[in-house]
Structure formats: structure tokens, C-alpha cells
């Protein structure tokens, strides 16, 4: 019987002191389990994704050294096999780098095996820095069972993938017993049952068990969400990790069967997590990580009373704790009663500090000095603009003074089309909304509170029209669609092929409809245009928390500088 410690870990870049003690811990933890190997995720060393870190020599030394430290433990904890991820570099023609494994066992190198396919679409760019590894099967006896190894990607060949080549058939034919793959899988809504499927299918294709270990954990605009799980050779899923935190945990391994605790696991649910709640839970991950990592305790929020201040307060909250968010109130003269009262409710029900800085006397004062020099009265977009611009000042005035992270609130309908202003509400340091549609928003509040059990947003920010507040009687639909109809243009335009069945055919029909008409195409044809013609300002502004099929961001690469139809 083989078993084998589990060890979904959340491994920060850079960080090869800290991950060389996460990994070291695991391996302590499997050798109170009896475990004869652990497995660790796609490039735990170093944290995935280095990125340029690859290519400065100090960084790659740092990356021996610390291998050096895990061999040396594993001389410590000698009857345990290490799965070990990490960038091992290589002689020859080409990239100098094999995204790779190693197997260690006793301080020796027992195997090594290097990722072939390399992903270079969405938010992956492994051709950069990385060479495809040969196109060879590697096994290695552990415990009486023949044990196989892929390295993600490597797993996701097969119909309908653009690889000619594909590992899996490679493996199949060097026999083994049971096939570990690791993985640095970002997660969006529906990935885990992608995950399931694919693998599942290449199971029963090949008729091998697959243990897929994955990483867990927030890194800029990427949330891992782990969800290890095993699948048998008849393609069931049987035993799967928690998602959105660490798991260690051993199962084994025995007559071509996993066994947990020694009985037959059961199978696993086909649906995870409803897709708020799925929001909800990468979105508080991405930015506790976030903040963690970057140095920071406490963040500060702009609180208009609006929609997207309310939930991204939130979901902040919920990530570091209410004593550690403060929201800040800017009223102005164009402010309704509601921006400061409704703020003042949500932050009670919250249990977070609330300040209140008036910005009127201050835009007052741009005003003036407008007037004095051009001899014109400030008014229109540039008076709107200024009263975000001075909000953005004051978040950063209070960030500076007191070392919160801002956390900016645009959504991603507004982001897509502009509807926000550069050096104002977008000044910040993450965007936790900015993958979600303004419909989305609303729901994620809604359900919010229908999961508290009571109302943590106010029924009177839910049910508002959205607004910006900074001209008289201002509401979004002086300069937008409805959203329900926006939303629906941009989810097609931005997604398209990538989107959900079900979501693909509610938004294609929309917008057939609107294409049948000639205003409604002129419609759509201007909402592509305010697209196309605001990419300038999302390339400034703060990296969001991916939770769809394709973000703003990594995800989405398009000039500045061009012609677009």
C-alpha cells in the first residue's frame, strides 16, 4: 500500500524561506501519517507565477540554495518521497529554464521530469521564460506501485486542445500504476468542474488513477482555489481537498484503488459551490492574500452609499476583519442625503469605522482657481472628474497617512466602457469587483445578506438607482444602458466563445435582438467603441480579482494605440 500526504499549500512568489518551511512542515506531517511520499504543487518552491524573477540570476541561485535546504530536511525525514515543483535549469539550445519536478528521497534526486506543454494563452505566458521538457514518460516504483508524473498542462491535451502531442498517451504506455499530476490551476466560476471533467475523461481513457494536486491562495489578480482531488480509472471523482485554504491530508493507495482511512471514499458531488457563492469565496481570498502579501493589515474604502462601495466593504471586511477596514465619506454638494446616511448604516452593520471628509470646500477651491486663470467657469465632465480626482486624492492622503491598501469599487461594466475616472475612483491598489458585471454586483449583495440572515447591505443602497453623485440628479442611465442590457453586450464581446453555454445563449440572444434593429446595432456598436477606446484607462488602473473566464488584465491583451472597427 502506498500513501501519499496531500499537501495543498499556499506558497507565496518569492518567498523561498517561507515556502522551503511550508514544505518542510508537510513533510513532517507525512511522516506522522506513515505516508511514503508528498506531494507538493506546480512550482511550490518558488511560488507560481515567478515571472521575470526567472531571468535574474540572484533569484535563480536563491532557488538552488533553498533546494539545497529541502534536501538537506529530507535527509531528516528519510522515508518519505518529495514531489517537488520548481524551475530546474537545463543545458542545451533555447529557454535555459524546464518547468519540472523532482522526486527527492533520503537528499537524493530519485527522479526528475519536465513540463512539455507549456501554456501560452489567457493569463499564462510559460513560453517566456520556460523550454517544453522531452517528450518522454517518467515512473518511479514507491512502495510497490509504479507511479507516473505530469506537470499540469500535461494533462489537459486531447481533442479539441491545439497540441499535436500529448503526455497522458506517453505515460498510458509506460505502464504505471497511478499517475500524480501537480498543478498551479487559477481558478474562474466553472473551473472545478472543467477540472473534473477533463481529467475524469482522460482517466477512462487511459484507465489510470490521477492524484491532481493543486496550489491554494491569492497572487495579484490570480485566486488558486486547490480542490486536489483523486479520480479512479473508470473516471470518478473520489476524494476531493477543501477549496479556498490549505489542506494536508493522507490517502492511500492499494490494488489500483484510493482509500481514505482505509474505506472506500465516496464519490464527489458533480456541482461545487453556486455561483455567488463561488464569487464570495474567491474575491475574500484574493484579497486577504493580497493584502497579506504586499504588507498590508488594514484597507481603506471610499463609501459613496452606493452599490459597490457597500459590497466591496463588505467582502473586505469579511477578509480582514471589520476592526481592520475603514471606510472614508466624501459628500459634496451633489451628494444625496442618502450617501452619508446609508453609509453610516452599512458601516453599523458591518462593525467598521466610518469617516466623514466633505470635499465641497476643496472643489470649491479648484473652482475658483479655474475661473482666475482661464476666465470660464469649471462645469460639465471636467467638474465631475475633479470631484473624483479630489477623492482619490483623500484616499490616498488617508493611505499614506495611515498605511491601509485602498481597495478601489468599479465593476466590470463600468470599467469596460470608462464609466469611471483616471486618478480618481480608480486610484488604489486592487480592484476586488473588477471581474464582476454591475447585475452581478447586486446579486452578490443580495446574497450576501440572505446568507447572514440579515441585512449587512441596506435594503435602501440595494434598491437605489445607481449613481454617480457628481452633477445634479445624475444616475447611470444619463450615459449608459440599463446594465441588464449592457451587461449583456460586454459579456459576448469580451467572453464570447469562452463563456458558459447557458450564459453564451442569454447574452446572444440579447444581443441578435438588439442587432435587428438599426438603432440597437448602432447600440452595440457604440458599446464595442467605448470598449475598444478606454483601454488607456484599465492599463492604469489597479490589477482586479479574476473570477470569470477572461478578466481585464493578464487575460486581456489589446493596444492602446490602434484602429478598431
Given at each position: 500500500m502506498l500513501r501519499i500526504q496531500i499537501a495543498q499549500i499556499n506558497p507565496t512568489v518569492g518567498d523561498l524561506v517561507g515556502n522551503v518551511r511550508l514544505m518542510t512542515d508537510a513533510a513532517r506531517a507525512a511522516r506522522t501519517q506513515d505516508a511514503q511520499m508528498v506531494v507538493f504543487p506546480e512550482l511550490a518552491l518558488t511560488g507560481y507565477y515567478p515571472g521575470d524573477l526567472l531571468d535574474d540570476p540572484s533569484f535563480l541561485r536563491r532557488v538552488d540554495e533553498a533546494f539545497g535546504e529541502l534536501l538537506l530536511a529530507s535527509r531528516q525525514i528519510s522515508s518519505v518521497h518529495w514531489v517537488i515543483g520548481m524551475p530546474v535549469a537545463k543545458a542545451g539550445p533555447g529557454k535555459p529554464l524546464h518547468n519540472a519536478l523532482r522526486v527527492v528521497c533520503g537528499g537524493e534526486v530519485l527522479l526528475e521530469y519536465a513540463k512539455q506543454?507549456?501554456?501560452?494563452?489567457?493569463?499564462?505566458?510559460?513560453?517566456?521564460?520556460?523550454e517544453p521538457g522531452p517528450d518522454t514518460a517518467r515512473v518511479l516504483p514507491v512502495a510497490g506501485a509504479r507511479v507516473g508524473f505530469l506537470i499540469c498542462e500535461d494533462g489537459w491535451a486531447g481533442e479539441g486542445t491545439e497540441y499535436a502531442l500529448n503526455p497522458f498517451d506517453r505515460l498510458r504506455d509506460a505502464a504505471p500504476d497511478l499517475v500524480v499530476s501537480i498543478h498551479a490551476s487559477p481558478s474562474n466560476v466553472g473551473k472545478r468542474e472543467q477540472r473534473h471533467h477533463v481529467f475524469a475523461a482522460a482517466a477512462l481513457r487511459t484507465r489510470l488513477p490521477i492524484l491532481y494536486v493543486n496550489q491554494v491562495g491569492g497572487h495579484d489578480q490570480l485566486v488558486y482555489d486547490g480542490g486536489s482531488f483523486a479520480v479512479e480509472a473508470d473516471g470518478r471523482v473520489v476524494w476531493e481537498a477543501a477549496r479556498f485554504s490549505t489542506h494536508l491530508e493522507a490517502i492511500d493507495f492499494e490494488t489500483g484503488r484510493f482509500l481514505r482511512r482505509g474505506d472506500l471514499p465516496s464519490p464527489v458531488p458533480v456541482e461545487g459551490l453556486p455561483?455567488?457563492?463561488?464569487?464570495?469565496?474567491?474575491?475574500?481570498?484574493?484579497?486577504?492574500?493580497?493584502?497579506?502579501?504586499?504588507?498590508?493589515?488594514?484597507?481603506?474604502?471610499?463609501?459613496?452609499?452606493?452599490?459597490?462601495?457597500?459590497?466591496?466593504?463588505?467582502?473586505?471586511?469579511?477578509?480582514?476583519?471589520?476592526?481592520?477596514?475603514?471606510?472614508?465619506?466624501?459628500?459634496?454638494?451633489?451628494?444625496?442625503?442618502?450617501?452619508?446616511?446609508?453609509?453610516?448604516?452599512?458601516?453599523?452593520?458591518?462593525?467598521?469605522?466610518?469617516?466623514?471628509?466633505p470635499i465641497?470646500?476643496?472643489?470649491?477651491?479648484?473652482?475658483?482657481?479655474?475661473?482666475?486663470?482661464?476666465?470660464?467657469?469649471?462645469?460639465?465632465?471636467?467638474?465631475?472628474?475633479?470631484?473624483?480626482?479630489?477623492?482619490?486624492?483623500?484616499?490616498?492622503?488617508?493611505?499614506?497617512?495611515?498605511?491601509?491598501?485602498?481597495?478601489?469599487?468599479?465593476?466590470?461594466?463600468?470599467?469596460?466602457?470608462?464609466?469611471?475616472?483616471?486618478?480618481?475612483?480608480?486610484?488604489?491598489?486592487?480592484?476586488?469587483?473588477?471581474?464582476?458585471?454591475?447585475?452581478?454586483?447586486?446579486?452578490?449583495?443580495?446574497?450576501?445578506?440572505?446568507?447572514?440572515?440579515?441585512?449587512?447591505?441596506?435594503a435602501a443602497i440595494i434598491d437605489k438607482p445607481p449613481s454617480a453623485e457628481l452633477a445634479p440628479n445624475q444616475q447611470?442611465?444619463?450615459?449608459?444602458?440599463?446594465?441588464?442590457?449592457?451587461?449583456?453586450?460586454?459579456?459576448?464581446?469580451?467572453?464570447?466563445?469562452?463563456?458558459?453555454?447557458?450564459?453564451?445563449?442569454?447574452?446572444?440572444?440579447?444581443?441578435?435582438?438588439?442587432?435587428?434593429?438599426?438603432?440597437?446595432?448602432?447600440?452595440?456598436?457604440?458599446?464595442?467603441?467605448?470598449?475598444?477606446?478606454?483601454?488607456?484607462?484599465?492599463?492604469?488602473?489597479?490589477?482586479i480579482i479574476r473570477v470569470r473566464c477572461r478578466a481585464f488584465g493578464s487575460g486581456r491583451q489589446l493596444p492602446i494605440a490602434a484602429v478598431y472597427p
Open positions: 506543454l507549456l501554456p501560452t494563452y489567457n493569463v499564462f505566458d510559460e513560453r517566456r521564460h520556460f455561483t455567488l457563492a463561488f464569487y464570495r469565496e474567491q474575491i475574500v481570498l484574493g484579497i486577504r492574500d493580497y493584502a497579506r502579501r504586499c504588507g498590508f493589515e488594514k484597507a481603506a474604502v471610499g463609501c459613496s452609499g452606493g452599490i459597490d462601495s457597500a459590497l466591496t466593504l463588505a467582502l473586505a471586511a469579511e477578509a480582514l476583519g471589520p476592526q481592520n477596514v475603514l471606510a472614508i465619506t466624501m459628500p459634496s454638494r451633489f451628494s444625496s442625503p442618502g450617501s452619508v446616511s446609508d453609509s453610516q448604516q452599512l458601516c453599523r452593520n458591518l462593525g467598521i469605522e466610518l469617516l466623514e471628509h465641497g470646500a476643496i472643489v470649491s477651491s479648484f473652482e475658483s482657481a479655474y475661473a482666475q486663470s482661464s476666465g470660464a467657469a469649471l462645469q460639465g465632465i471636467a467638474l465631475e472628474n475633479l470631484q473624483a480626482r479630489v477623492r482619490g486624492t483623500v484616499l490616498m492622503e488617508i493611505s499614506n497617512s495611515l498605511g491601509h491598501l485602498v481597495l478601489t469599487t468599479g465593476n466590470k461594466s463600468e470599467i469596460s466602457v470608462g464609466y469611471c475616472t483616471l486618478y480618481g475612483d480608480t486610484n488604489g491598489g486592487l480592484g476586488p469587483l473588477g471581474d464582476l458585471y454591475k447585475v452581478e454586483v447586486f446579486a452578490l449583495a443580495r446574497h450576501l445578506n440572505e446568507a447572514a440572515g440579515r441585512d449587512l447591505i441596506p447611470d442611465t444619463d450615459s449608459l444602458p440599463p446594465y441588464e442590457l449592457l451587461d449583456q453586450v460586454l459579456k459576448l464581446h469580451i467572453e464570447g466563445s469562452r463563456l458558459a453555454d447557458w450564459e453564451a445563449e442569454t447574452a446572444r440572444r440579447c444581443v441578435d435582438g438588439l442587432l435587428s434593429t438599426p438603432e440597437g446595432a448602432a447600440l452595440v456598436q457604440r458599446i464595442h467603441r467605448m470598449v475598444a477606446r478606454n483601454e488607456y484607462k484599465r492599463r492604469q488602473s489597479p490589477p
